[in-house]
């Protein structure tokens, strides 16, 4: 066997780490027990082999996922009793000597090669090149001196079979990719003109050398030409299973169960707690299987709505088994089962009771013929937000972040979203692997970002404001990016490119020369691929891998990696938006805000024009977003029989959509209110001052002139608000809660400064100097008049 070895001390060595892993075994050289472990937790290899000195090292080293552990022979001699129970072939033993290192539970001596002597690189002569020391133990009866190569998945699924040759093994591992020998067209690269590529895991061969396996991460439609995942028909089984769960996360049919249980944590918890308990009492072989099965399919629901995969759990199977120490086993005490009689349990409150799973859902409505004045100004207010207790949670984390940085970040991020993070940032340049995307989704993201980047830079203040203000008198104003600005994206097990665009690209036009994005890490410490993919696009230079209060005062103070930005943008939850409040009033960390956020909402104007369908799923679009959300309808002169049909559409639609349960606490809270003319539909909202601004009316335009006070408005029966959510070209971060009355949505302009200049001629002071002097006598500045004195004097002798 080629086993290379590859010295952890040497700079020179690196960049062969990941191309050696592609062989599977690796013998590793100065190293640390920590060292080992943080190389198994970045590559998923347990195949590595290492030195040890002492048994005790030794099983540590076994315990974190080692293959093998070598020992020197004279080390071997004495401790030989002691590693009794361990199995053999985790055991390798070397002389003292320069030679190859001898396995003494091998048939065959392994040739150990340092990698100080091996390359990747096909341009280098005087170095052995890895993929043809990989092949020199393999063997081929072809005549035309290919390999036979079955190409499997991670979970060792047979995709499809294949050739191999010295020089397309060589390309793989330079590459980390799957390509292959055509018999017909020479080299090729799997997926590069049909997008289905592969990433490498790892090469090896059977027992007799003369057959390869290539085990790939399979990306696209799948491996096989027809566009199916294998060249062996339709998966079957567990794969399937997390196949259909991966794409309904993505896009879950409409009235989905599967959707339902990923939007619903405490449903998803009850089913596999209920499915446990019934494996545990079912007896027969038959009722087993049916209720393991059923256990399996919650489970793996809970795996794919954090982004875990069965790979990903067979690789911690994998490391499990590689220990030799083990914990006792016993159960926890809440599920050991008593031997006496427990003493009867004191009786426990009447819960409270929860949100009706049935039943009509239905706003409440309001007319104003009959409503009175106070009852009016009530319905234009919005819930009342205590902030005093919630700032009182985030001063401690950001005091935090603050005083211990990074390590601050890390274990701040292990307690709220149990995640633990290697690193707190990733800094561009990107890993393009970590960034890849379908060609479906690419093109969308691709689409929605030159739209907004087109109406975003349309807003750009380029030119210089020039005013003669009299003569000789020059005043001047013109625009500076804000040099460094942070965008918090939310996110956790959520894809949110679209946020990312809208902070990103208005970012962008505007020349930041520095875009720090934070978004919460997914379940396994990465960032949703959409999300990093759209990161690169606008130019970031680092993504704070934090969300929550935590990810605001790392941007607002610094850390060892994240870099202390001027400006923070974007939107969130109410610790979000305390912890952005609390760094922007804190002078000692010198930082802006775009605006303060409050539940998201929307107000729908429509009159008998509308269509009752659209206009009830414009009102769902945001009562999904959460209880809080707040959602009107203002009826302009709407007759019993049209109202009654978007009434109608509402609950017809709603029972339908997987975060129905969401919907039936937060429509109840909102309202209809009736109005007779259009005059006072358009005061109405102006008054409330609403986020978003749909007006379902005829010649909806004609309108525009009178909104004084409103986020972002969508104009006719065609523009619903997702449009603008996600691709039209406008900003979908925008102000809630009544601050659309003063402030802006994101927009090019949150993103620069404006700074004015002014220049004067002699004749310009000597016009303008008696009129500043008399103005600094009255306020008694003495020093501003004697300024423009001492010059006039000089001008007038």
């Excluded at 027969?284 to 795996?303: M, N």
């Excluded at 104003?368 to 401690?396: C, F, G, H, M, Y």
């Excluded at 220049?759 to 002097?773: P, Q």
Aim: proline share 5%; aromatic share 6%.
């Amino acid at each position: 066997m080629f086993l290379p070895s590859l010295d952890a001390t040497d700079v020179a060595q690196a960049s062969l780490k990941n191309s050696l892993t592609y062989l599977g075994s690796v013998l590793l050289k100065n190293t640390t027990v920590d060292s080992v472990k943080e190389l198994i937790q970045q590559t998923g290899s347990t195949l590595f082999w290492t030195h040890a000195s002492t048994v005790e090292e030794a099983v540590k080293l076994w315990d974190v996922g080692v293959w093998k552990v070598v020992f020197d022979i004279s080390v071997y001699a004495n401790v030989v009793q002691e590693l009794a129970g361990i199995p053999e072939e985790r055991i390798a033993v070397t002389s003292a000597l320069e030679n190859p290192l001898l396995d003494f539970n091998a048939v065959n001596l392994d040739t150990l090669v340092p990698a100080s002597i091996l390359t990747t690189d096909p341009s280098v002569k005087n170095k052995l090149n890895v993929g043809e020391a990989f092949l020199a133990a393999a063997t081929t009866d072809r005549a035309d001196g290919l390999y036979t190569t079955m190409v499997v998945d991670e979970r060792n699924t047979a995709l499809g079979l294949v050739y191999s040759s010295q020089e397309s093994v060589k390309e793989s591992i330079r590459l980390g990719q799957g390509v292959y020998q055509s018999r017909r067209h020479g080299l090729w690269h799997k997926g590069l003109t049909s997008g289905a590529t592969q990433t490498l895991v790892r090469i090896d061969y059977d027992c007799d050398g003369d057959a390869l396996r290539f085990i790939v991460k399979q990306h696209g439609a799948g491996f096989c030409h027809l566009n199916t995942r294998t060249c062996f028909g339709a998966e079957t089984g567990l794969a399937s299973l997390q196949q259909t769960l991966q794409s309904r996360k993505n896009s879950a049919p409409v009235g989905s169960y599967t959707a339902r249980l990923f939007n619903d944590a405490k449903l998803l918890k009850s089913k596999i707690m209920e499915e446990a308990e019934e494996l545990c009492d079912a007896t027969e072989k038959d009722d087993i299987a049916w209720e393991a099965a059923d256990l399996i399919y919650f489970a793996l629901t809970k795996c794919v709505s954090a982004g875990v995969s069965i790979e990903d759990i067979e690789k911690n199977l994998d490391k499990k088994a590689r220990k030799v120490t083990r914990r006792p086993g016993n159960a926890k005490p809440k599920w050991i089962e008593p031997t006496v009689a427990a003493p009867k349990p004191a009786p426990t409150p009447a819960p409270k009771p929860a949100p009706k799973k049935d039943g009509r859902i239905e706003m409440v409505t309001y007319s104003s013929n009959d409503i009175s004045a106070e009852k009016r100004a009530k319905l234009l207010l919005r819930p009342i937000i205590d902030s005093s207790e919630i700032s009182a949670r985030v001063a401690p984390i950001m005091k935090d972040v603050r005083e211990r940085g990074d390590a601050a970040l890390k274990d701040l991020t292990a307690k709220f979203d149990r995640v633990n993070l290697e690193h707190a940032t990733i800094k561009a340049p990107f890993n393009p692997k970590d960034m890849e995307l379908d060609p479906l989704t690419k093109a969308a993201i691709d689409q929605a970002y030159d739209n907004i980047y087109k109406f975003h830079d349309a807003q750009m203040d380029r030119e210089t404001l020039v005013v003669e203000t009299m003569p000789g008198v020059v005043c001047s104003r013109f625009a500076r990016p804000i040099e460094k600005v942070g965008l918090y994206v939310p996110g956790g097990t959520a894809i949110l490119p679209s946020t990312t665009l809208m902070l990103g690209i208005p970012a962008k036009v505007a020349g930041c020369s520095e875009i720090v994005i934070a978004t919460p890490p997914r379940a396994d410490g990465t960032v949703v691929p959409e999300v990093l993919y759209v990161a690169h696009k606008v130019g970031a230079s680092h993504v704070v891998l934090a969300g929550g209060a935590q990810a605001v005062a790392a941007m607002a103070y610094g850390t060892q990696t994240v870099p202390k930005v001027d400006k923070i943008c974007g939107p969130g939850n109410q610790y979000v938006t305390a912890a952005k409040m609390v760094a922007q009033n804190d002078t000692s960390c010198l930082v802006s805000i775009d605006m303060p956020a409050g539940p998201s909402e929307v107000l729908v104007i429509a009159d008998r024009t509308c269509k009752p369908s659209y206009v009830a799923a414009d009102l769902l679009s945001q009562a999904e977003h959460g209880v809080d959300s707040q959602v009107v309808l203002v009826a302009v002169d709407l007759e019993d029989s049209i109202l009654a049909a978007i009434e109608d559409a509402i609950h017809e639609q709603a029972i339908r959509l997987p975060r129905v349960d969401i919907i039936r606490e937060s429509i109840p809270k909102s309202y209809t209110l009736r109005v007779n003319t259009i005059d006072e539909a358009v005061r109405f909202s102006n008054e409330y001052a609403p986020e978003h601004l749909i007006l379902h009316i005829d010649n909806a335009a004609r309108l525009i002139p009178d909104i004084q006070h409103a986020g972002s408005v969508f104009v006719g029966h065609y523009s619903p608000e997702s449009m603008g959510d996600y691709a039209s070209g406008t900003n979908h971060t925008l102000p809630t809660y009544g601050y659309s009355r003063m402030y802006s949505g994101v927009n090019t302009l949150t993103f620069v400064k404006h700074i004015t200049s002014q220049e004067l001629t002699a004749e310009g002071l000597d016009r303008l100097g008696d009129t500043v002097m008399r103005l600094a006598e009255i306020e008694g500045l003495d020093a501003h008049r004697n300024a423009v004195a001492i010059r006039v004097a000089d001008i007038r002798k």
